[in-house]
């Protein structure tokens, strides 16, 4: 069983070599914890990539009651630590790290249909969930050509796309207007980061 500087020492290592300390060290306590807790459980990293995927479905199914607003968290959780889990377990593969990236992109596809579903016009849910998906391919790709840094950590990341959905469910059980204002807010703050990206990717790969 790792100690707990050995998982953090594993994980920094995972993500080049990033720091550990502050919010992140915070997390990966909370992460290490659960790691114990799901191995004395027995329930192994993919388990819980695919609990979230199932968090995600219910979030769409369920987006114009509270309950939605529940599983979100639940499923951005799950999502959060099966990769801490993984590292805890010594169970990190390639099946597992592909099986992950491939539930992220189908849950927040799931995540940006419960826009549609409380009345935001499809077109910026379906834009939406196409500007994080090829902000992501981009990263994927620079990873498969050999750039192994992290890149630039844009204002639009995956906790922050769960976050947006969070506050807009919120104002969608409180009958309050601005749903749709916020979310082409946040299609204008989704597609700074993408450029954000590819200029990053440019930067690494021309000389």
């Excluded at 199914?61 to 939605?68: K, L, S």
């Excluded at 976050?163 to 597609?191: C, K, R, Y």
Aim: charged share 15%.
């Amino acid at each position: 069983m790792l100690s707990k500087d050995e998982f953090k020492a594993k994980w920094s290592s995972l993500h080049s070599d990033a720091e550990t300390t502050g919010i992140v060290g915070a997390w990966l306590n909370i992460s290490y914890r659960f790691g114990l807790i799901c191995t004395l459980l027995r329930i192994s990293p993919n388990a819980l990539t695919l609990l979230g995927l199932l968090g995600a479905v219910a979030t769409a199914v369920t987006a114009q009651t509270a309950w939605a607003i529940l599983f979100l968290v639940f499923s951005l959780f799950c999502d959060g630590i099966d990769g801490s889990v993984a590292i805890f377990q010594h169970r990190e593969s390639k099946f597992g790290a592909t099986l992950d990236s491939v539930v992220d992109r189908i849950s927040e596809a799931l995540w940006f249909y419960a826009l549609y579903a409380i009345g935001v016009p499809a077109w910026i849910p379906i834009t939406l969930w196409s500007v994080a998906a090829f902000q992501e391919y981009a990263r994927a790709k620079l990873v498969s050509l050999g750039v192994s840094d992290i890149g630039v950590v844009t204002p639009a990341e995956r906790p922050v796309r769960a976050s947006f959905l969070f506050i807009v469910l919120i104002l969608n059980q409180l009958d309050m207007p601005g749903a749709t204002e916020l979310s082409i807010a946040f299609l204008v703050l989704q597609i700074y980061s993408f450029v954000s990206v590819v200029r990053f990717s440019r930067s690494r790969l021309l000389p």
